[in-house]
Nanobody, 117 residues
């Protein structure tokens, strides 16, 4: 499995920005599908954004136009730039690494994002 370490969470006012980072300890980063998920209290974990090895990305509807996922294969790092944050974005954000159709599916420890005035 892949070890993932997230950073960049914190507290911000509505309308503010944060950038999350996730560093993967692996030699196969370039072939991993990297995703950011979030889980708010009392809710199921949901996919926020995903980056595939071929460079394509997709987002959940609620963050389109506000969040951007990107990856740096040379640094084994995936980022989530979050702009125009809303209170409903408050959650623990988790980094995920997987190779579809295989057993490789790893999670980071999570980082708290709180959006509040």
């Amino acid at each position: 499995q892949v070890q993932l370490v997230e950073s960049g969470g914190g507290s911000v006012q509505p309308g503010g920005s944060l950038r999350l980072s996730c560093v993967a300890s692996t030699s196969i980063f370039s072939v991993l599908t990297m995703g950011w998920y979030r889980q708010a209290p009392g809710k199921q974990r949901e996919l926020v954004a995903r980056s595939t090895p071929d460079g394509s990305t997709d987002y959940t509807d609620s963050v389109k136009g506000r969040f951007t996922i990107s990856r740096d294969n040379a640094k084994n790092t995936v980022y989530l730039q979050m702009n125009s944050l809303k209170p409903e974005d408050t959650a623990v954000y988790y980094c995920n690494a997987q190779i579809l159709t295989t057993t490789i599916n790893s999670w980071g420890q999570g980082t708290q994002v709180t959006v509040s005035s």
